[in-house]
């Protein structure tokens, strides 16, 4: 069921909370052990919120009263284990809920659960998590991508109708993309940051993956606004966006970049995205040609900002204060060797990779010379955007070089996963908001997505033209024969 399913079934009294909450449970049961796709799951407490939310009056419910909504397992929930798919914050429950969480909550969601990814968000697969790999529910041999696999592939399973993810190098908008469903990385300070455990604080932000474009909207909107305990969210108004969704996109400039379209991108993923540009010129848009020419320095300037950032936010993951400790052994351990060895311990291979390289970087005698320059280098892929929405009013992109990989594929390659993000880490550099949707299937039945970049805080333009191009397709009808 489609979340206007739901509520429509609400609105006349034909079912409560708990009927729905039935009704996931079953597919759950069924689909889950194939996928992996939640990383924690308890069905008595989602019994009991639905009761709960039963007990409220007409005025007392929100905009999502009754729809379930999964939670990426790296966004708090207070009192439900939240561990960021890693052994070192084995057995943590948070004490507060994310700003997000607080929110959906008033909305009157229902809590799904908790959903797998890659450990502390490292990850491009969804396979680097003490809980397993998730599989991408249209081939289960393939990954879903990463790091929001769990929350892409679940929604796409049809085991939620909404889902949380964060993004900080296009972690929702890559497994949006292998999965065939709609995943939005807002503008950096749209969506509150607290409560989410940070990997890189200046790149991360909270977005909602959903089927389609039309509960995308609606699932910003209620997650969407300033937050004082955030002190990079923005004080401005949230739009209505349900508003001008269906405006449509006639006279409208959209921007096609060579550089997106390049060397990296297999021909049916081109293909399917030029096709996507002819409907939009048959939907009256004007497609125009421009330059983004620091693209190709994207992604090492992104793993200098990242790792660096992500070295020093996983610096209090000491195994003193929660999560996972090592035990001492029979001659004992000094603090030091506590805090190695539960590090040792705690993270996995990737994580332990990133930390080093951002240590690295950060390091004295290298510091201006890796991340002060990467510094600048950001700077300039930031003009390179407020140069183009200048010119146009949305960037139309490919979103993954290819289709959904194999599981294993790439594990033993660092750099060939690294690069699976080469055309979603410029957007978050650049702060800017980019939606993926989907644009087609390859000849072996795979999705393949399409990525829309607009200027800061315009994210109603990139509903309004991913709406027009939704409803002028049928790929968000389809779905996959588990």
């Given at each position: 069921?489609?979340?206007?399913?739901?509520?429509?079934?609400?609105?006349?009294?034909?079912?409560?909370?708990?009927?729905?909450?039935?009704?996931?449970?079953?597919?759950?049961?069924?689909?889950?052990?194939?996928?992996?796709?939640?990383?924690?799951?308890?069905a008595?407490?989602?019994?009991?919120?639905?009761?709960?939310?039963?007990?409220?009056?007409?005025?007392?419910?929100?905009?999502?009263?009754?729809?379930?909504?999964?939670?990426?397992?790296?966004?708090?929930?207070?009192?439900?284990?939240?561990?960021?798919?890693s052994?070192?914050?084995?057995?943590?429950?948070?004490?507060?809920?994310?700003?997000?969480?607080?929110?959906?909550?008033?909305?009157?969601?229902?809590?799904?659960?908790?959903?797998?990814?890659?450990?502390?968000?490292?990850?491009s697969?969804?396979?680097?998590?003490?809980?397993?790999?998730?599989?991408?529910?249209?081939?289960?041999t393939?990954?879903?991508?990463?790091?929001?696999?769990?929350?892409?592939?679940?929604?796409?399973?049809?085991?939620?109708?909404?889902?949380?993810?964060?993004?900080?190098?296009?972690?929702?908008?890559?497994?949006?993309?292998?999965?065939?469903?709609?995943?939005?990385?807002?503008?950096?300070?749209?969506?509150?940051?607290?409560?989410?455990?940070?990997?890189?604080?200046?790149?991360?932000?909270?977005?909602?993956?959903?089927?389609?474009?039309?509960?995308?909207?609606?699932?910003?909107?209620?997650?969407?606004?300033?937050?004082?305990?955030?002190?990079?969210?923005?004080?401005?108004?949230?739009?209505?966006?349900?508003?001008?969704?269906?405006?449509?996109?006639?006279?409208?400039?959209?921007?096609?970049?060579?550089?997106?379209?390049?060397?990296?991108?297999?021909?049916?993923?081109?293909?399917?995205?030029?096709?996507?540009?002819?409907?939009?010129r048959?939907?009256?848009?004007?497609?125009?040609?421009?330059?983004m020419?620091?693209?190709?320095?994207?992604?090492?300037?992104?793993?200098?900002?990242?790792?660096?950032?992500?070295?020093?936010?996983?610096?209090?993951?000491?195994?003193?204060?929660?999560?996972?400790?090592?035990?001492?052994?029979?001659?004992?351990?000094t603090?030091?060797?506590?805090f190695?060895?539960?590090?040792?311990?705690?993270?996995?291979?990737?994580?332990?990779?990133?930390?080093?390289?951002?240590?690295?970087?950060?390091?004295?005698?290298?510091?201006?010379?890796?991340?002060?320059?990467?510094?600048?280098?950001?700077?300039?892929?930031?003009?390179?955007?407020?140069?183009a929405?200048?010119?146009?009013?949305?960037?139309?992109?490919?979103?993954?070089?290819?289709?959904?990989?194999?599981?294993?594929?790439?594990?033993?390659?660092?750099?060939?996963?690294?690069?699976?993000?080469?055309l979603?880490?410029?957007?978050?550099?650049?702060?800017?908001?980019?939606?993926?949707?989907?644009?087609g299937?390859?000849?072996?039945?795979?999705?393949?997505?399409?990525?829309?970049?607009?200027?800061?805080?315009?994210?109603?333009?990139?509903?309004?033209?991913?709406?027009?191009?939704?409803?002028?397709?049928?790929?968000?009808?389809?779905?996959?024969?588990?």
């Amino acid at each position: 069921m489609t979340v206007r399913d739901i509520q429509i079934l609400y609105e006349q009294k034909e079912a409560s909370p708990s009927d729905v909450v039935k009704t996931f449970l079953d597919p759950i049961e069924e689909r889950e052990p194939k996928v992996h796709a939640f990383a924690w799951f308890d069905a008595d407490r989602l019994r009991d919120q639905a009761k709960m939310l039963e007990r409220m009056s007409n005025a007392e419910r929100g905009p999502l009263w009754g729809i379930p909504v999964l939670i990426k397992d790296n966004i708090c929930v207070e009192g439900v284990p939240t561990t960021c798919s890693s052994k070192i914050l084995a057995g943590f429950r948070p004490p507060y809920s994310a700003t997000v969480v607080e929110r959906l909550k008033r909305a009157g969601v229902l809590l799904l659960g908790m959903a797998n990814m890659d450990e502390f968000a490292f990850g491009s697969s969804c396979e680097h998590s003490c809980y397993g790999p998730t599989r991408n529910p249209w081939d289960l041999t393939r990954v879903p991508g990463g790091s929001s696999g769990g929350s892409a592939a679940a929604v796409a399973a049809r085991m939620a109708p909404l889902a949380l993810g964060s993004d900080t190098g296009g972690s929702i908008r890559q497994p949006a993309s292998f999965c065939g469903v709609v995943g939005l990385k807002p503008t950096y300070g749209r969506v509150s940051r607290y409560g989410l455990i940070a990997f890189a604080s200046s790149l991360d932000q909270i977005g909602p993956i959903t089927r389609t474009v039309e509960e995308n909207a609606l699932l910003l909107q209620v997650i969407a606004g300033f937050d004082p305990r955030d002190s990079t969210s923005a004080d401005l108004p949230v739009p209505d966006y349900a508003r001008s969704i269906r405006e449509g996109v006639k006279g409208l400039r959209l921007g096609v970049a060579k550089e997106y379209l390049g060397e990296g991108v297999v021909p049916e993923v081109r293909q399917a995205v030029e096709a996507a540009l002819d409907q939009f010129r048959r939907l009256g848009a004007v497609i125009q040609e421009i330059s983004m020419p620091h693209t190709e320095y994207a992604i090492p300037t992104y793993y200098i900002v990242a790792t660096a950032e992500a070295s020093s936010n996983l610096a209090r993951f000491e195994g003193v204060r929660y999560g996972h400790r090592a035990k001492p052994g029979r001659d004992g351990q000094t603090m030091l060797q506590m805090f190695t060895q539960s590090r040792e311990e705690g993270f996995g291979p990737e994580a332990k990779r990133r930390i080093i390289l951002g240590t690295f970087v950060l390091s004295s005698g290298y510091y201006e010379a890796y991340y002060g320059h990467a510094l600048k280098v950001r700077t300039l892929i930031k003009r390179d955007f407020d140069r183009a929405f200048e010119r146009v009013d949305c960037l139309v992109t490919p979103t993954a070089p290819t289709p959904a990989f194999r599981l294993g594929e790439k594990l033993e390659d660092p750099l060939t996963m690294y690069l699976s993000d080469i055309l979603t880490i410029s957007v978050n550099l650049a702060g800017v908001p980019a939606l993926a949707l989907p644009c087609g299937f390859t000849k072996s039945g795979l999705p393949m997505g399409m990525q829309l970049i607009a200027k800061p805080f315009a994210e109603e333009t990139l509903f309004r033209v991913g709406h027009a191009y939704e409803q002028a397709t049928d790929w968000i009808h389809r779905e996959p024969m588990l």
